[in-house]
């Protein structure tokens, strides 16, 4: 029984045994603190181990399973596994024609090249495994403090954090060193987010910082089991006490310590262990889930295919010619062969040589054998070392490095480089992707009246007021033509006293009390009390009691830190205007209003929600009143209010939104010590409710947030990056159509379309909004095609406004007419959007005719569906974290650099593969279409015309280098002339350089070369059989190496023809496949055959000397190479004079030689913390130019030689 317990433990920390032998996991799970069971009498007992302990595992392979694991892995590609076939039959198939060596050698080098890179990655993972689970930590034992390594913490010990550590296993917070069991923690490796965080206990356990009073609690914790969701937990922890009734508290988010989080300026910590290891959050999520595939791997798929075909036909049409040819050349009328010194090698189990059904298979795997070679084996690991050496040069682009924020372009992955050269498509967030995500107060309503900030004051808006007052007038009149009835509700201008007189007014309104209250932001202040600083390690939280002069703090040294860029404008608008809030202890939040500090007692945070669009609080002021204080969208806070100036409050939201403004609406309501016990009782059920927390939340939520009064709205401005709207032209002049999804209001989202080009005044805006029911839906929507239908028949751009409301209604149903009308429009804006209709959207184009290639592009958490939904991700480095970055294929820090990466990036990273796949196709043909061609002149006898080192290495050694350098350095177009002409990308949109054309080019041209260099050395023999001064006969050998010389030299002469990029790297690089190739096959010709046999079939003794020293085979290999070439040339010259790519090259730098002077180029100097190697862009340091400095010099140089 031991053994087999012994077993099923040992198996549950194998993953490969874990699913077999592990029970079903229950829903939740018992964590006991400290490990020990206590039963309803309070009798201790101790509990064996029932989860994983807390090793870290992120390497994939152990010395004892690496071989085969890693074979098993590599096998699963169809492309090792069918050269596996191939070396297998060369090796059960007696008496093949080429040796084994041929196929087994070089698919033995790909195995090992790819085993010794993913061992080296493995190693490297195990290194850090190793730091990390030898880490010491202590845990509370036998009442002592105790030292372990973190791999030994097991689920439910009691865990000691210092500062400045990280913590082990995702813990519950019982207590810290500070008296509110607070804790600040910082939590990069897990969001990205820079900020510090406040983490907080439950009120029964703060009390317990010492072993031994943690030593003797009592009780466990009830909760989930472990799930993805960084930001999402739900639990209960129970105390258990003998003299009174188990106490019960709702466990949040806001109590767990993730594993990855660091801990910081909080001395120490105590927490419970309850997901330890592979359960730990962090763990989870760091299983990367990537089933994208490039449009170039799925052609190069059908090549594959293709070949195969290919290969088939010549196969069959070999065979039945060899037996066709047997039955009636080579045999006498009693059937013995006519010629006693034909000996045909496949006569396998039959002397005799008859034509039987099992000789005619096995003459088809002959010839299948030394056809296979048209399929390059290298290709697939020289197609993943150029995607990984191509996508560091993504990061050493110094052009596309974010000053700001300290960091440089990641390629997050390397699989999907040339799909950024092929997109269609780009859905773009707007909020911090767009825009700076920088908020600036600018604008309120309070109690129906228009303010605006200015020089640190809120002043009445008396212009849009009238102006308002006026159209309302005029729209009075449209509806009654009654003066007097119009002018009655018309508001007068306020005058210079009034407006005073407000300005006073507002301090004491309930309004700043709602943004100074109803919020989530933290507060840090630097330990030496001067100004705020970024270094977190010298920031410490404020603690408003232990500051005697609190009521004379004006806040001018707080940093507020807030999750929403939003929330920080806010109470920093308040600040300006002297309400300052100085954070909260015991519950007690500290506000002071122009001199006055009050007190306040936070009793719930209803916190924010994509679904609820609004947060809020019950709060307790100093004179015993609850409130119910509220903000939120206007789509939800206005549904819910009762009362108040909601008429107005809409217009003045609009008219901020129209402005480009980003809104919030405020609210607030008074509730009565029973109705606040009764909300209070709901939350805290609804909390405690394990099986249905989230739905038992929201219907709490929504009975909380009834009835509100209406206060006013605030509109705060997020400006444009620099560079969108030029970066937005370009995109739409290269052919991509850009969408915009966003959750702000319509008009918001309209004005910044407008403002960074994403609209432009050439075309028609059309609406699908404000939708009553899926019925009206419908019919709008057919009434919108029409409309689609006639301004297209007038030759006009349609750009198309869509709300998520609307959306929702129509995207199951009516999905295949909205995508219709959709791609039709040049520009599509989608607002008042949730995080899966962004992903729906982007799917929903996916799978349009066509499939065109879909990106996006977003900064925050809401984004990380729709940028994990496209074919390519890319994510920008913002202030709302790192969840979009860490998610996306490509992450960078400013929008503008997103024309960099398409533009320029996408087009070589491309144009470099498509090259190289084609290329190694092409030089295959050109190579073993020989065998071919030889098989007609050695009696069918499918005999390889090449030796077998020939075989062995041709793709290996001879032709790998240059194309590997070219697919790294290749610039075909220089990036000014991408950058400049935009319409270039389009011409390589849709896998162009991939489609039939150019395939067919590329494999007609290789069947050129291959009948020039078969059939010239042939021609040649047939009239001059001897070489060299002796007189020496020509053999199979010396016909087989003189056409590989000239093969090889053809297929590297046609890549010098298409590459347009040259440096010395490159160079070196045919130098050294010219010479150690050559060089190789000198020694082979001279020593290897002595002692060692490759093959029984030709001899490679001197056969060097016999061609190199013969004027003749110069002479020969001269005019064929030529000969072989002369398309080529012709179709180069051609394309440099009709290809307007390169025309448009030679117009720009003529251009460029007449208009600007060499005094125009200034080179910036590098940034200190960018490596000098990153300055590196191919092999040219890149030069860096402010784009802004660098157009005003043009411009000046422009208007003095106009001048002049």
Partial sequence: MKIQEAFLGCARRTPLLKRCVSPVRPDKRIVYLGGRYVDIDGEEATVGQKYCD?????????????????????????????????????????????????????????????????AYEDYLRHKEDKVVNLREYEVIKDGRLTTIKSHNIQVGDIVKVNDNEQFPCDLVLLSSSDDQGQCTIQTANLDGETNLKTFICVPETRSLDTPGQLDNIQGYIDCQQPITDLYKFVGNIILLNRSTAPVTKALLAQNILLRGAKLKNTSYIYGCAIYTGPDTKLALNSVIKSGKRSCVEKKLNTYLLFFLGYMFIQCALSTILRHLNLSQDWKNPDGTRSQWYITFLFDYGNPQGDDTSLQQFIDFLYFYIIYNYVIPISLYVTIELQKFMGSLFFGFDVEMYDVTINECAKANTSDLNEELGQVDYLFCDKTGTLTENEMQFRQCSIDGKLYIEEGGM???????????????????????????????????????AAAHDNVDGISTSPFFEVLSLCHTVQIELPSNGTAANSDHDNIEQVDPVERTDMDEVDGVHYKYNASSPDEKALVEACRMFGIVYHGSKDNQLRVTFHGKTRAYKLHEVLEFDSDRKCMSVIIENDEGEYQVLCKGAESAVLKRCVSGPVDITIEHVDYFASLGLRTLVIASKTIDVQEFHRLRDLIETAKQNLTNRDEALVEAFEQVEQGLNVIGATAVEDKLQVGVKETIEKLRMA??????????????????SHSAGHFDGSMSLLGFTMQASAEDAHTNLLNLKKSVDGLELENKQVALVVDGASLAMIIEEHCNIFREICLRCAAVLCCRMTPIQKSKVVKLVKQSKGNPTTAAIGDGAND????????????????EGRQAARSSDYAFGKFRFLLKALLVHGHYYYIRLAVLVQYFFYKNVAFITANFYFIFFSAYSAMS????????????????????????????????????????????????????????????????????????????????????????????????????????????????????????????????????????????????????????????????????????????????I???????????????????????????????????????????STPKHVSEGACWNGLQPTRVRPNDELEVELEMLHSDTINT
């Fill in 458 to 496: 809120f002043v009445p808006n008396e212009r849009v007021q009238m102006e308002m007052a006026a159209a309302k007038t005029a729209r009075e009149l449209q509806r009654t033509t009654s003066i007097g009835s119009a002018a009655s509700n018309t508001q007068p201008a306020v005058s210079s």
């Fill in 864 to 879: 990380v569906s729709m940028i994990q939904e496209a074919h390519v991700g890319i994510g920008i480095m913002g202030k």
């Fill in 945 to 1120: 015309i090449y030796d077998t080192l020939f075989l062995t290495f041709y793709n290996v050694t001879f032709t790998s280098l240059p194309i590997f350098l070219n697919g790294l350095f290749e610039k075909h177009v220089p990036e000014d002339v991408l950058l400049e002409n935009p319409k270039l990308y389009s011409k390589i949109r849709k896998n162009h350089l991939m489609n039939v054309a150019f395939f067919s080019q590329w494999n007609l041209l290789g069947l050129w070369h291959s009948i020039v260099s078969s059939f010239g050395i042939f021609l040649m023999y047939v009239h001059h059989s001897e070489f060299g001064r002796n007189g020496l006969q020509t053999d199979i050998a010396v016909y087989g190496t003189a056409i590989l010389f000239i093969c090889t030299t053809v297929v590297q002469i046609k890549l010098m023809l298409v590459t347009y990029y040259w440096t010395w790297i490159t160079l070196i690089g045919y130098a050294i496949t010219l010479i150690c190739n050559w060089a190789m096959v000198a020694i082979y010709s001279r020593w290897a055959p002595g002692f060692v046999t490759l093959t029984a079939s030709t001899s490679m003794s001197g056969v060097l000397g016999v061609l190199f020293s013969s004027g003749e085979f110069w002479l020969v290999v001269l005019l064929l």
């Fill in 735 to 752: 052919g991509i159509k850009v969408w915009v999804l966003t959750g702000d209001k319509e008009e918001t989202a309209v004005n910044i």
């Fill in 1122 to 1164: 030529i000969m072989a070439v002369l398309p080529d040339l012709v179709i180069r010259a051609y394309n440099d004079m009709t290809d307007p790519v390169y025309l448009s090259i030679a117009k720009s730098r003529a251009e460029a030689t007449h208009s600007v002077s060499p005094c125009c180029v200034q080179e910036v």
């Fill in 54 to 118: 807390n090793t870290v595992t992120t390497s994939k392979y152990t010395a004892w399973n690496f071989i085969f694991k890693n074979l098993y892995e590599q096998f699963l590609r169809i492309a090792n596994f069918y050269f596996l076939v191939v070396a297998v039959l060369m090796f059960v198939v007696p008496n093949t024609p080429v040796s084994p060596v041929t196929s087994a050698l070089p698919l033995a080098f790909v195995l090992v090249v790819t085993a010794l890179k993913q």
